[in-house]
């Protein structure tokens, strides 16, 4: 009899005899049958590579769909190339059987024919026309869909400008009209007769400028809220959280900014006591200062900006932070001394100086030249140590936010403020005499903060920590100087730094 075994796509023959055991006849014939079946095979061989390409490409589509997906707060990215895994492949005659079975853990799969998970794979071919060959295996290992990693949102990207320049150049240009029409508004209307600012007065512009300053936070909040959802850069971010980070951000430098600002009032009551100035004509003079500091601080945290974008500039400030508060601790005391300061010298060359005021002018002419009043002389060193204090203050905010406009904004409103907080703490400055400590250890955190805490925390330190920590060092200071008596002989606290 003759037997024959013959695989659908296959023309493998075995063997083939009549029921008396002679030789098949027709061996030509069997011949041609088994080319004909080899043929066969090779069509369903290509046509079963297609589909396995068409699904593989489809499941391609999928994976790409699936990069900017969020869920619970994390982004879903996927590997569409990775060495060494393999993909799932989609047989499409058991579509959503298998690795869409609900029953099955993430990081299981079910092979094509709908059974268990991590079950032997049968080969492709006995329904979907694949046949294995030695020159194309389709038994390969199947990659769980769980090879797309999971990554963390991060609240703060540290390689994102939110706020660049070339998007948001109008805000600048914005903010810094608004601080002209409100100087122009102090200087012009509530404060154009000279006069004594009484401590009333600083107390009621104290709140008005910190007020200012609290609600420009809140509605820089809100517009970062309503803003980073449509930054195409933002795409797969968690935009409620790096608007609070950016309003935390603004707050905390403002803190930092307004408690380093306490620098600048020991050395306006050292500078006006030195040369004499009157108390009505101090506000005129410490007017023009903070203009010419916030023209000073718009260079210094330009420069900044760009400084910053090199790492090792990160650790020349971080440095430069740590070495000013540790003097502060614990470097004596130097005096002021504003005639042997080499600017007023030359000042002094280029324009004679009056021995007594003229009113609130700054230059009068005398037998038609023209002389510099002791007015003006103040003017130029108060705007001379706010370039030294904007050396420390500048890098300050930069250890805690790498956005120039937060940057910008929180030292501008500390600034604006500093007027009525002299007037205010003026005549008690002397019963602070524990700050500058507390000032000395802010300077090492935020140095510190620069090089290492925020590579420590994955790069960045958490800023909630970060205004905790600053806002408990300066509360206690100004407690423990209020309620440890000073001792026998102490001499109030001079300016911390010259």
């Known amino acids: 009899m003759g037997l024959g075994i013959e695989a659908r796509g296959e023309a493998a023959v075995l063997g083939h005899f009549d029921e008396e055991g ?11 049958s088994e080319e004909e079946g080899a043929a066969g095979a090779l069509q369903d061989e290509e046509r079963g590579g297609d589909d396995l390409g068409a699904h593989q490409r489809d499941d391609d589509e999928r994976d790409t769909a699936d990069v900017a997906a969020v869920e619970g707060g994390e982004a879903v990215a996927a590997d569409p190339v990775e060495e060494g895994v393999d993909r799932e492949l989609h047989d499409p005659d058991q579509a959503g059987e298998g690795a869409g079975d609900p029953d099955m853990d993430d990081g299981e ?11 032997p794979r049968r080969k492709a071919g006995s329904s979907a026309g694949l046949e294995s060959s030695p020159g194309h295996s389709t038994e390969r290992t199947l990659a769980p869909r ?54 009333k007065e600083a107390l009621a512009w104290s709140i008005v400028w910190v007020g200012l300053a609290l609600l420009f936070g809140w509605g820089f909040y809100q517009y970062a809220l309503h803003k980073f ?14 608007a609070k980070q950016s309003g935390l951000e603004y707050l905390t430098g403002y803190v930092v900014e307004k408690s380093l600002s306490v620098d600048n009032i020991f050395v306006f009551v050292v500078v006006f006591t030195y040369f004499n100035i009157p108390a009505k004509y101090q506000h005129r003079v410490l007017f023009w200062g903070i203009l010419g500091a916030l023209i000073f601080r718009i260079i210094f945290i330009s420069l900044g900006a760009i400084l910053m974008q090199f790492h090792w500039v990160i650790w020349v400030f971080g440095g430069f932070l740590i070495l000013t508060g540790f003097k502060i601790l614990f470097a004596p005391e130097k005096p002021i001394e504003p005639e042997k300061n080499p600017i007023i010298r030359l000042l002094r060359k280029l324009l004679p100086v009056t021995p007594q005021l003229d009113g609130q002018k700054f230059l009068v002419r005398k037998d038609g030249v023209l002389h510099a009043t002791p007015l003006l002389v103040c003017l130029v060193f108060i705007e001379l140590t706010d370039i030294v204090f904007a050396v420390d203050s500048v890098p300050a905010i930069f250890a805690l936010t790498k956005e120039p406009l937060i940057v910008y904004t929180s030292n501008v409103f500390a600034i ?14 002397h019963k602070f005499r524990l700050l500058k400590y507390g000032l000395g250890l802010v300077l090492i955190f935020v140095g510190l903060k620069m090089v290492w805490l925020n590579d420590a925390f994955g790069g960045k330190f958490p800023i909630t920590w970060s ?10 200071s100004v407690v423990l100087s209020l309620l440890v008596p000073a001792k ?11």
């Open 22 to 32: 002679d030789e098949p006849d027709g061996r030509d014939e069997h011949e041609g």
């Open 109 to 119: 799969v079910g092979d094509v024919d709908g059974h268990g998970p991590n079950q």
């Open 146 to 199: 769980a090879a797309k990693r999971i990554l963390p949102a991060f609240p703060m990207p540290t390689d994102v400008t939110l706020f660049p320049f070339a998007d948001y150049w109008w805000f600048y240009a914005g903010f810094t009209l608004f601080v002209l029409g409100v100087l122009a508004l102090d200087l012009g209307v509530f404060h154009r007769d000279a006069h004594e600012v009484g401590f």
């Open 229 to 242: 959802p449509l930054d195409p850069r933002l795409v797969g971010l968690d935009h409620a959280a790096l």
């Open 416 to 429: 604006l403020g500093l007027r009525a907080m002299f007037f205010m703490l003026a005549g008690v400055m």
């Open 467 to 476: 205004l905790g920590i600053i806002g408990a060092i300066i509360t206690a």
């Open 488 to 498: 026998p002989g102490e001499a109030p606290p001079a300016a911390p730094k010259s």
